[in-house]
T-cell receptor, first 113, second 110 residues
Framework: ETGVTQTPRHLVMGMTNKKSLKCEQH?????MYWYKQSAKKPLELMFVYSLEERVENNSVPSRFSPECPNSSHLFLHLHTLQPEDSALYLCASSPDRARKPQHFGDGTRLSIL | DAKTTQPTSMDCAEGRAANLPCNHSTISGNEYVYWYRQIHSQGPQYIIHGLKNNETNEMASLIITEDRKSSTLILPHATLRDTAVYYCIVKGSGTYKYIFGTGTRLKVLA
């Protein structure tokens, strides 16, 4: 139990569907992150929110839309995805950008048909 | 952010110490060294971090060389459950960016 919960754990969707991934942290952290991990590739940072404000956006296609309504919740809204978007999507949180480490959830395994 | 270099894979006998090296020759003075591991189908798990002094916790020890250009993660008595990919990351306090490389795939053998 890491204190970061992601739902759903698995998601299969068609290219024309709209779905959302949810992340919730119970650690009192101020920053939340979305990462993408494709097969046999390193983790890629997608978005970072600090105190509900987006502070990093690493050239992610607009078919991925993040939302951070408060410091405990983070969403990733998905629409018209491509097969290459199939991956493990990981959420993490940290106290802030200082030296204290991130803590990760166990991810959502996304498959695009 | 400094880049890190790790061996692709290592094997270790169960019960022995596992020593995982990491080179970070371009590290700057305010950058910390972090170690995470990822067991198949799970999210990365934080292990330990340090700046310049050696660190120890219930999971592992971190040895950082005096010039800070390399470090070693030590799992003192490896078990089969320590089989995972281990990531060494260097990050400064002024950034949110943790840059994960391909890590070291550690296999603990019975």
């Amino acid at each position: 139990e890491t204190g970061v919960t992601q739902t759903p754990r698995h998601l299969v969707m068609g290219m024309t569907n709209k779905k959302s991934l949810k992340c919730e942290q119970h650690l009192g952290h101020n920053a939340m992150y979305w990462y993408k991990q494709s097969a046999k590739k390193p983790l890629e940072l997608m978005f970072v929110y600090s105190l509900e404000e987006r502070v990093e956006n690493n050239s992610v296609p607009s078919r991925f839309s993040p939302e951070c309504p408060n410091s405990s919740h983070l969403f990733l809204h998905l629409h018209t995805l491509q097969p290459e978007d199939s991956a493990l999507y990981l959420c993490a949180s940290s106290p802030d950008r200082a030296r204290k480490p991130q803590h990760f959830g166990d991810g959502t395994r996304l498959s695009i048909l | 952010d400094a880049k890190t270099t790790q061996p692709t894979s290592m094997d270790c006998a169960e019960g022995r110490a596992a020593n995982l090296p990491c080179n970070h020759s371009t590290i700057s003075g305010n950058e910390y060294v972090y170690w995470y591991r990822q067991i198949h189908s799970q999210g990365p798990q934080y292990i330990i971090h340090g700046l310049k002094n050696n660190e120890t916790n219930e999971m592992a020890s971190l040895i950082i060389t005096e010039d800070r250009k390399s470090s070693t993660l030590i799992l003192p008595h490896a078990t089969l459950r320590d089989t995972a990919v281990y990531y060494c990351i260097v990050k400064g306090s002024g950034t949110y960016k943790y840059i994960f490389g391909t890590g070291t795939r550690l296999k603990v053998l019975a």
